[in-house]
């Protein structure tokens, strides 16, 4: 068996450097052919000269392209991996001690089932650490994990790219993820959608853990909630039928909220990163919801 370790990256080349030196130390087990692909989505801060230096190493290769978005850089290394077993890492999500195993044992416990997709658990390194960095995490809009109702068959919605493993041959049936979506956003929510349909199974297991080395900020984050709302915005294009689910019914709402609102709501979620305790869930919920909508408002107004 063989198994390929996918990692698009753009502009972060010592994050890349540590997800790499993480990835070849992992344990391995017996049997099992590993390679890393790894492709560099026209970076400018000497990620490519790098990769150049490295990429003699055995079962390591490197691929360039033009800057085109995550969507194509992940269906290009699936394009040029020789493994039955793709395994997704993001250039900041540097997998933990036993991440590749636990990965693996779900595919050779399970896979007879039918088609499998095994999501890992992703939190953030010790020491960085704030109520809305808990919130995004288990609860909110970057990630969700205490929201899986059971492990054993997790909704669509729970396919991260930043630390998920599936079958190449899926990933090729089905062309991997649409390259209209222009950012690290719903892109593999849709190939999930497209997926389950073809009766992809989605299981958790949080042994197979990394750690995602990201400054994020509330202000930030907000922006990339807008950008979600915008990739959003394609995705109910494509599938109208999911167009709840998406929040498209919601705008309306948002149109009665004046900005003044969000801006107060963000100095709020602001002031709760520097005071333990002083937000309330419903504020974090409220402000990245706002900004999300704003995205979505904006990305259906340009269709």
Not at 76 to 99: C, S
Not at 194 to 212: D, I, M, S
Not at 224 to 250: D, K, M, N, Y
Request: charged share 25%.
């Amino acid at each position: 068996m063989r198994a390929s370790i996918v990692i698009p990256t753009y502009n972060r080349l010592q994050d890349l450097q540590q997800v790499i030196s993480a990835v070849e130390s992992q344990e391995r087990p017996p049997g099992v052919e590993i390679e890393v692909v790894v492709v560099d989505d026209g970076s400018t801060d000497g990620t490519p000269e790098w990769l150049r230096t490295v990429a003699g190493r055995p079962d390591f290769t490197a691929l360039e392209q033009a800057n085109s978005g995550p969507a194509r850089a992940r269906n290009r290394g699936v394009e040029g991996a020789r493994g039955e077993i793709i395994l997704f890492l993001g250039d900041d999500t540097e997998p933990q001690p036993g991440w590749l195993l636990a990965h693996l044992e779900e595919h050779r416990l399970f896979a007879g089932e039918g088609p499998l997709a095994v999501l890992g658990y992703t939190s953030f390194p010790p020491g960085v650490d704030s109520p809305f960095l808990r919130w995004i995490n288990e609860y909110g809009a970057q990630f969700g994990y205490l929201l899986i109702d059971s492990p054993r068959a997790v909704p669509f919605n729970f396919f991260y790219t930043s630390n998920i493993s599936l079958p190449r041959s899926l990933l090729i049936g089905l062309r991997g993820f649409r390259e209209d979506f222009p950012a690290a956003a719903w892109e593999d929510i849709e190939f999930a959608y497209r997926a389950g349909k073809e009766g992809l199974r989605l299981r958790y297991q949080p042994r197979a853990r990394t750690l995602h080395h990201h400054r994020i900020r509330p202000r930030t984050f907000c922006r990339r909630q807008r950008t979600s709302g915008l990739s959003a915005a394609i995705f109910s294009r494509l599938h109208p039928e999911l167009e709840e689910f998406l929040g498209v019914a919601r705008i309306e709402q948002r149109a009665h909220k004046k900005p003044v609102r969000r801006w107060l709501l963000g100095l709020l979620v602001g002031f709760g990163e520097r005071l333990e305790g002083v937000v309330p869930a419903r504020a974090y919920r409220e402000y990245l919801d706002l900004c999300y909508l704003e995205g979505l408002a904006e990305g259906l107004h340009q269709s």
